[in-house]
């Protein structure tokens, strides 16, 4: 499958900072790709230089074949980016700021106006249709914003933080669209903190930290690849999680002790026949117990060591 996008040696110098250093992958077309990483990882640096808003130090990046700066108006065509930053437009309602969005495309008449209007409905802003943007919410705003980089109908849709600072209500509708997005060929980069978005949309994930690749591999290959899985055991009401004393195999292993349950990390190569064994060992009534493998927030945690 060819290559939506490429990355090849991108680096990025501001001063002393090394904000991309090598950075070299490439998301197939027709990918829903996350990409993922700490504040300061240098996914935004990442991003602004696909959308030509940065210039790289050095390095080559392509989108859809097109080279971002040799051949920089194809590029542009090719992309559409949801910003993090919301918008506040006094001039224009929202319809009209979409029609302008078509003409720095070069894009208008019947068809073009016909496909602004069923962005707005299909983005539940019809009724807002001709009000301005300091009338919308932020929800509302995140909406426009996701209009506007659809508007040219692009074929890889870069989404920074599309649900940052919104209820759960307008994320699922977003979750959806997006998916509906993908399922009608656009290829999706998603930037997200919240990393249950990632594991439930991403058929692939790039990890960055300090400006390179932790990590790239399909979503799952990259969970089965974690060597944890989690043992969660709950205890009757009578016992304190906090106050229970644990032998040494089981502390060593201790993730959290929650109101009523005790969380652990245990080594995929133990059987379970051990564990039940510590267990035993360790005199705990148990009330229920349950096994999963790592979710990618926990995958995540391991590879950058710090918190998402």
């Not at 130090?57 to 930053?85: F, K």
């Not at 301005?132 to 932020?138: I, N, P, R």
Request: proline residues 3%.
């Amino acid at each position: 499958m060819s290559a939506a996008v490429k990355f090849d040696q991108v680096s990025k110098q501001f001063g002393d900072l090394q904000a991309l250093n090598n950075v070299s992958f490439e998301v197939e077309e027709g990918s829903f790709f996350g990409l993922l990483g700490p504040n300061g990882a240098g996914k935004s640096t990442l991003i602004n230089a696909m959308s030509s808003l940065v210039t790289p130090s050095s390095g080559r990046i392509s989108v859809m074949g097109h080279d971002v700066i040799q051949d920089y108006r194809q590029a542009r065509r090719a992309l559409g980016l949801v910003p993090q930053e919301l918008i506040s437009d006094p001039f224009f309602s929202i319809r009209e700021l979409l029609r302008v969005q078509s003409g720095y495309f070069g894009l208008r008449g019947k068809a073009q106006w016909a496909w602004v209007d069923e962005l707005l409905e299909r983005l539940a802003l019809s009724e807002k249709a001709n009000a301005e943007t300091q009338q919308l919410s932020g929800g509302m705003k995140r909406r426009v914003l996701i209009a506007m980089a659809l508007v040219h109908k692009p074929q890889v849709l870069v989404l920074d933080e599309p649900t940052a600072g919104v209820d759960v209500d307008l994320r699922r509708t977003l979750w959806e669209f997006a998916r509906e997005l993908h399922s009608a060929g656009h290829t999706i980069i998603l930037t997200t903190h919240y990393l249950e978005e990632a594991e439930a949309l991403c058929d692939r994930v790039a990890i960055m930290q300090k400006g390179e690749v932790k990590a790239l591999e399909k979503t799952q290959a990259l969970l089965a690849r974690h060597p944890y899985r989690y043992l969660r055991i709950t205890l009757p009401e009578e016992h304190n999680p906090k106050t229970i004393n644990l032998t040494s195999e089981l502390q060593l292993r201790l993730v959290e002790r929650e109101a009523s349950a005790c969380l652990f990390r245990v080594e995929k190569n133990i059987s379970m026949d051990t564990i039940l064994g510590w267990l035993h060992e360790n005199g705990l009534n148990i009330k229920d117990l349950s096994t999963r493998d790592a979710s990618l927030e926990e995958v995540f945690l391991d590879l950058t060591e710090v918190k998402p």
